[in-house]
């Protein structure tokens, strides 16, 4: 059993970020646009096929590397895409269906399974706060605060990490969800495994290193632990309003990670769809000063997390002062 942690904590905070944002505009920013998200969308496949093209067709490293890199950003990036989809905020009024088919398409990319990454996510919503009932925290998080323990989460050890997390909170899940997820999760695998046997078949061994493993086991860690650094690692434990990390506006990241780098943002109005959080973020501008949240960059909390060594889901706060995003 769950306890609802982060609704019974909260107090007043959601009227206060509701007042802060406004009535008219928060409405306005919950509106689906379905036309964008696959605006958008189409935009992931045309540059997943850029970075495979670029790994694929060339053996120059300031080449091929990129592509990879551009290839594994987009690949995580499909988690954004089914995290969409598990907030309802594809569709106004999805089907069963159009929601299942959406959410398989975009979690085969990383090989997971999406009735694992709904339940799981949907329970980090309302546990959040909780050191045993988020299972992200209790789970995935870093048990051992050692800089070499956490740059293993930017290396292949990731997966196992991951499905290791992911089994351990499967355990308290009914048995059929158990066995749709283990039958999502072999399909997703033997998906995989098909593709990676057919390059290294039709094109030989290093052009499925440049094409598979590089943008999947390498790239892939690197995009998700920077991403997961930006969500629930510095904050303030005695604040829920802080229980989040709030992000810099920077329109490299918006890019790089489809919006989902205003993640304090999502918590606070998740059925907002990710291509309003931008507006949301500059909406909630005045909240944030007076609550005294620090913006932080990437690079800030690079630097906290390996050289600082901080420990996760702790205050990383320095005193310094709020700092707000003009444009």
Known sequence: MKSNFYPNAIGCLRKEV????GHELLKELHVVKPWRHYLL???QYVLLALGFWLAASFDQPWLWIPGAFLAGFTVFNFTVFLHEVVHHCVHRSPSSLVHRLLGMLYAVPSGISASQFERWHMDHHQELGSPEDDPKRHYLSPKINARWYKALYCTPFLIPLYFRAARREMASYPAELRHKIRGE??????LHLGVAGSIWAAAGPWTMFKVY??????????????????????????DPAKWSTLMKANRFW?????FSNYHIEHHYFP???????????????????QRGL??????????????????PHTNW????????TTS
């Open 18 to 21: 509701q007042d802060a944002v």
């Open 41 to 43: 969308l189409g935009r």
């Open 185 to 190: 999760r072999l399909l997703t695998i033997a």
């Open 213 to 238: 493993v590089t943008p999947f086991l390498l790239v892939f860690p690197i995009a998700f632990t920077l991403n997961r650094l930006g969500q629930h690692y510095f904050v303030d434990p005695k």
């Open 254 to 258: 918006d890019f790089a990670f489809c």
């Open 271 to 289: 059925r907002v769809p990710f291509y309003n959080l931008r507006r949301l973020h500059f909406a909630l501008q005045g909240f944030y000063a």
């Open 294 to 311: 620090r913006a932080c960059t990437y690079s800030w909390i690079l630097w906290q997390w390996f050289v600082k060594n901080r420990a």
């Open 317 to 324: 706060n320095d005193g310094s002062s709020y700092q707000p």
